[in-house]
């Protein structure tokens, strides 16, 4: 009497399955070990993510209420601020931290579970969710100490906004984190360039008070776009005249697809670096 095995192939379902149940382990494993170092041997460097985006509203605020000034475009002038940097982190952590993902987790690719797209997205969830935290701490230290608070106009339009931001965000780290990897001088140059963009993002001042000239140029700036935006829909806002979100919203795609595109086409080439 003889046996016979046959072995079904897989379905194709199946292998999803449980590679995508892999790598979300691999990504939580990795967001674990994220946020361990953040921690890293006292709480400061978690409780300075999370109390950065107050510590800059409340300096910058500082100086234009010691010169008069306690509202912008009919805002509290510190809720108006706040307001431009939990947009404007969201961005720039993208492009500083997100984006040193791979340089940063490079030994742990000698792993076969662990992708390179994994550090990236790790790095990601764990910034995102940490701002989330910290910029909902913001709104309410500042309902709770001093009474002022976001009318909520419109919830969607800010969803919107931050959506808009993150995929920015993911976009720019992603591809910065795979050329960066090839071109160590790359990220330096990033941080050389994006210097000025904290001025130049109307963050500390509103669009309508800027000469028509000035504003056409820093229209050129798809943050100024998201960030007023999620203050029409926060506090009601009008917008400045030349306002597209369709602009940072197909920055945002074409960022995002070519990022994808960019890891595909070096993936092996990440891991063998």
Same mark, same amino acid.
């Given at each position: 009497?003889?046996?016979?095995?046959? =072995?079904?192939?897989?379905?194709?379902?199946?292998?999803?399955?449980?590679?995508?149940?892999?790598?979300?382990?691999?990504?939580?494993?990795?967001?674990?070990?994220?946020?361990?170092?953040?921690?890293? =041997?006292?709480?400061?460097?978690?409780?300075?993510?999370?109390?950065?985006?107050?510590?800059?509203?409340?300096?910058?605020?500082?100086?234009?209420?010691?010169?008069?000034?306690?509202?912008?475009?009919?805002?509290?002038?510190?809720?108006?601020?706040?307001?431009?940097?939990?947009?404007?982190?969201?961005?720039?952590?993208?492009?500083?931290?997100?984006?040193?993902?791979?340089?940063?987790?490079?030994?742990?690719?000698?792993?076969?579970?662990?992708?390179?797209?994994?550090?990236?997205?790790?790095?990601?969830?764990?910034?995102?969710?940490?701002?989330?935290?910290?910029?909902?701490?913001?709104?309410?230290?500042?309902?709770?100490?001093? =009474?002022?608070?976001?009318?909520?106009?419109?919830?969607?339009?800010?969803?919107?906004?931050?959506? %808009?931001?993150?995929?920015?965000?993911?976009?720019?780290?992603?591809?910065?984190?795979?050329?960066?990897?090839?071109?160590?001088?790359?990220?330096?140059?990033?941080?050389?360039?994006?210097?000025?963009?904290?001025?130049?993002?109307?963050?500390?001042?509103?669009?309508? =008070?800027?000469?028509?000239?000035?504003?056409?140029?820093?229209?050129?700036?798809?943050?100024?776009? %998201?960030?007023?935006?999620?203050?029409?829909?926060?506090?009601?806002?009008?917008?400045?005249?030349?306002?597209?979100?369709?602009?940072?919203?197909?920055?945002?795609?074409?960022?995002?697809?070519?990022?994808?595109?960019?890891?595909?086409?070096?993936?092996?080439?990440?891991?063998?670096?």
């Amino acid at each position: 009497m003889s046996l016979y095995t046959t =072995d079904k192939p897989l379905s194709f379902w199946w292998q999803l399955k449980t590679g995508f149940a892999c790598q979300r382990s691999v990504i939580l494993a990795l967001i674990f070990k994220e946020f361990k170092i953040r921690l890293g =041997d006292s709480r400061l460097g978690l409780l300075w993510v999370l109390l950065e985006p107050i510590v800059s509203m409340i300096m910058i605020s500082a100086i234009w209420l010691y010169i008069g000034r306690e509202k912008i475009d009919g805002v509290h002038t510190m809720l108006f601020i706040g307001s431009g940097f939990v947009v404007f982190i969201i961005i720039q952590r993208g492009y500083s931290l997100v984006a040193k993902a791979i340089v940063s987790n490079s030994s742990l690719l000698n792993y076969p579970q662990v992708k390179p797209i994994d550090t990236v997205l790790a790095r990601f969830i764990l910034e995102m969710s940490l701002h989330s935290i910290a910029a909902l701490l913001l709104f309410l230290s500042l309902w709770w100490f001093g =009474d002022i608070a976001p009318t909520f106009n419109s919830p969607l339009k800010m969803i919107a906004a931050i959506a %808009i931001a993150m995929m920015i965000s993911l976009g720019l780290g992603l591809t910065l984190a795979i050329y960066g990897t090839f071109y160590p001088g790359l990220m330096k140059t990033v941080e050389l360039v994006t210097r000025p963009l904290m001025l130049l993002s109307a963050i500390l001042y509103s669009v309508q =008070d800027i000469p028509p000239l000035v504003r056409e140029v820093l229209a050129w700036n798809p943050i100024i776009h %998201i960030i007023e935006y999620f203050r029409a829909g926060a506090f009601g806002i009008k917008l400045f005249n030349g306002h597209n979100l369709m602009y940072p919203l197909m920055l945002g795609v074409i960022l995002l697809g070519f990022s994808f595109i960019a890891y595909f086409a070096n993936r092996y080439k990440l891991i063998q670096k």
